[in-house]
């Protein structure tokens, strides 16, 4: 069932709220690599699914140990995992193995609550590798458009503790400071519009929420800091608590479960958009919101 008889009461009348469920979802098994892709991506196609507004590729994927994606090429477009579980190790192409030093850009040892991000812009190289001896890692890996091609690679990374997320939800990703016009010194700062989050070049905001059954979290559309009003907004619920976890939208009819995902269109910056949980148990919840 994916619907309950209750009291409806919508926050925003005027959205267009569609489902997205996991079923309708491209999967591949490879063996090592177990994934899920949201949007068309590799040998899956569907041409209603090629992106939602920049949002280009959600893909869940949980990579067996000891393997992972060797060195490979990205360009033009702005990419970033966020760690359900398990370790993932990112490896710039330049980095012989055994000679990292510490945590950094160009080597980060990722586990649950890191984000790793890359700018492909003219092009770049790396690797993502589960490196550990036994343990699965599970990941959400999304790639979106940028507001311009040719940008200069770059990184990013950084760690977002899960006690903040259990409060509401958490900024991860804003607009990089200066906009497609960003100056180089701006470039090189790489300040965010919002503190304690990853500049991304793109009119685009990432939120993510631990609510607990019963709880009720409230996402504001745009987070005060994107340049268009009107905004698409996507809500994802990963599968990470052996489908316990569900989710209500805007006070709507339908329930969500993980692995589903909800397209939220003709929205504006600075509406109030809730997300209830309703299942048995806590529900880790990411939010994309995009021009």
């Known amino acids: 069932m994916n619907t309950i008889k209750t009291?409806?009461?919508k926050m925003l009348p005027?959205?267009?709220?569609?489902p997205h469920w996991s079923a309708a979802r491209g999967h591949s098994d490879h063996g090592w690599l177990n994934t899920y892709h949201s949007f068309s991506f590799a040998d899956w196609f569907d041409p209603n699914l090629t992106h939602f507004g920049s949002l280009r590729v959600l893909n869940e994927d949980r990579v067996?140990?000891?393997?992972?994606?060797?060195t490979h090429p990205h360009r033009d477009f702005e990419i970033f995992s966020y760690i359900?579980?398990?370790e993932l190790t990112h490896r710039d192409s330049m980095l012989r193995r055994g000679a990292e030093g510490g945590q950094s850009d160009k080597f980060y040892r990722m586990r649950r609550g890191d984000v790793q991000f890359t700018t492909g812009g003219t092009g770049i190289a790396h690797s993502e590798q589960n490196e550990h001896a036994h343990e699965t890692v599970h990941f959400l890996q999304i790639w979106v458009i940028p507001w311009k091609r040719g940008l200069a690679p770059r990184y990013h990374t950084r760690r977002f503790e899960d006690d903040e997320k259990r409060k509401g939800f958490?900024?991860?990703l804003s607009p990089l400071k200066g906009g497609p016009e960003a100056a180089s010194e701006q470039e090189k700062l790489a300040e965010p519009a919002i503190d304690g989050t990853i500049p991304i070049h793109a009119d685009f905001v990432m939120g993510a929420g631990l609510i607990a059954p019963k709880g009720k979290f409230e996402w504001t559309v745009g987070a005060g800091a994107t340049e268009s009003s009107r905004r698409k907004v996507y809500v994802h619920v990963p599968m990470a608590k052996k489908g316990r976890a569900k989710i209500r939208v805007d006070g709507r009819e339908d329930i969500y479960s993980e692995g589903d995902g909800v397209f939220?269109?003709?929205v504006?910056?600075?509406?109030k958009l809730s997300v209830e949980s309703v299942g048995e148990v806590e529900a880790e919840v990411v939010v994309l919101d995009t021009a």
């Open 7 to 9: 009291t409806i009461t």
């Open 14 to 18: 005027h959205a267009k709220i569609t």
């Open 64 to 70: 067996k140990p000891n393997s992972g994606f060797p």
């Open 84 to 86: 359900i579980s398990g």
């Open 170 to 172: 958490v900024p991860i």
């Open 264 to 266: 939220i269109d003709g």
């Open 268 to 271: 504006q910056a600075g509406d």
